[in-house]
């Protein structure tokens, strides 16, 4: 297949989303071409090295909830190991009087909503008051508002404004990269706002889909990182015919006789029975509303030293940083830290990376730990600053760090503007105008979400 040959399928973005639409097209036997506006394939799915290991820079596990990613490495035959987090769970971290509190978090939540509020671990937080609050919801008429709200007045109106501030939102803010009240139930887990609207309570249905295992159960990783599924659909993709392009931004997409034309920055043109939009909102709206609507900021190149840059608007920053110090070697905050709003932290979580997931630590040198901050703010941690890192790292997990002990960092900085998902009436001027869509704009947030929608795509496109 030439670069200018027309394709049956061409699609635009190559995050998981994109890829997995790709594979399963080309697997069928369809002609394939995968347009990237940036350097890389797999989206927020990217590797990063610190202390000479190579783990997960962006999402580092996936919800095992439906079961989505296994399925798909088994079916598709991909190179990969599914790795289980170590047992142990993290921490909370909240304000209190003369500083800050912390206790694990609770075991059998979904989204911070507790299954049981009257267990132990959610009293400790929350306090007894307020867990009986909560308790006594299911007794709540059931809600029968037109219009949906948002998470956190949900939570607040059924189980009480302390449950919804201490569990709910922060897990929304860590997890999601946006506040409760920013953020719609239906939108970031489907099965519970289902379960919730069939049950008529939220305690009954984060009871029917909490895990009752041990703490973490409920995600998965894979071992060397997850950025690796990303790589190998690309592989199985190029394997089976298909092109997969980076550096080719789509700057527009018009009706042709027999489908569609995708023209690129270049100025050349891609020529395509059926288009798959696997970028985010922001993108896809400007390209479905309109034929000379650009596909958002194209992806700058890698600067030099070692803040990386994946992104401008509206991004968060992450940063990576090797410690030796004796006092983490007992993993004392498990895999790592919430932090509730209000808190004197610059992050708001604070993944031990190393603690969470066995096979970073194999291959660490001895005393070396790696924990990963979500700052609040984007420029939080773009100083490098070693003294504030280590207050941090102390601040968090409670164990003493100078900032002689950080060997290294890495910063990223990730868009987080353009998640969310497109609205009703873009979806419906995409189907008119013949535009499939695919990703976390259309099927929600999360690989247990993106990667069933997406081979029900494929599956769509192949028949």
Request: glycine letters at 12%.
């Amino acid at each position: 297949m030439n670069d200018t040959d027309p394709v049956d399928v061409a699609v635009v973005g190559a995050g998981i989303a994109g890829l997995v639409v790709a594979a399963e097209a080309a697997r069928a036997g369809l002609r394939v071409v995968v347009c990237e506006s940036g350097p890389h394939v797999g989206g927020m799915l990217r590797p990063l090295t610190i202390a000479g290991v190579e783990t997960d820079a962006g999402a580092e596990s996936f919800a095992t909830r439906t079961g989505a990613v296994a399925a798909l490495i088994g079916e598709l035959g991909l190179p990969l190991d599914i790795a289980l987090p170590r047992p142990g769970g993290a921490q909370l971290v909240w304000p209190a009087a003369g500083g800050i509190d912390r206790a694990p978090l609770p075991q059998r939540t979904i989204l911070g909503i507790p299954a049981d509020p009257l267990a132990a671990d959610v009293v400790r937080i929350v306090g007894a008051d307020a867990a009986a609050l909560a308790a006594a919801e299911p007794a709540l008429p059931a809600a029968r508002a037109a219009a949906e709200p948002d998470l956190h007045t949900l939570a607040a109106t059924r189980l009480g404004p302390r449950v919804a501030d201490l569990l709910v939102d922060p897990i929304c803010r860590s997890v999601y990269s946006r506040p409760a009240g920013a953020a719609r139930l239906s939108r970031l887990h489907p099965e519970l706002w289902r379960r919730y609207r069939e049950h008529g309570s939220l305690v009954e249905a984060a009871a029917s889909l909490a895990p009752g295992g041990r703490p973490g159960s409920a995600v998965g990783g894979i071992r060397g990182g997850v950025w690796r599924l990303a790589a190998a659909l690309a592989d199985l993709a190029r394997a089976h015919g298909a092109r997969v392009r980076t550096d080719a931004p789509v700057t527009a997409l018009r009706a042709v006789d027999g489908g569609h034309e995708l023209v690129l920055g270049d100025g050349s043109a891609v020529r395509a029975r059926r288009v798959v939009l696997a970028v985010d909102a922001r993108a896809a709206a400007r390209l479905i509303r309109s034929p000379s609507g650009t596909a958002g900021p194209r992806t700058p190149g890698e600067p030099a030293g070692r803040v990386e840059s994946v992104g401008e608007d509206d991004a968060v920053a992450v940063v990576h940083v090797a410690v030796e110090a004796p006092g983490l070697d007992a993993f004392p905050v498990g895999s790592g830290v919430i932090v509730a709003p209000g808190t004197d932290a610059a992050a708001k979580a604070l993944t031990h990376v190393n603690a969470k997931w066995p096979w970073v630590g194999e291959a660490l040198p001895p005393g070396v730990h790696v924990l990963r901050l979500s700052a609040r703010e984007a420029g939080a941690f773009e100083a490098r600053d070693r003294a504030a890192l280590a207050r941090e790292v102390a601040l968090l997990t409670g164990v003493a760090v100078e900032a002689g002990d950080i060997r290294e960092e890495v910063v990223m900085r990730w868009p987080v503007a353009a998640s969310g998902m497109l609205p009703a009436e873009v979806v419906a001027e995409a189907e008119r105008r013949g535009i499939v869509l695919a990703g976390a704009a259309v099927a929600g947030t999360g690989l247990a979400s993106v990667v069933p929608h997406a081979r029900a795509v494929g599956a769509t496109l192949a028949r």
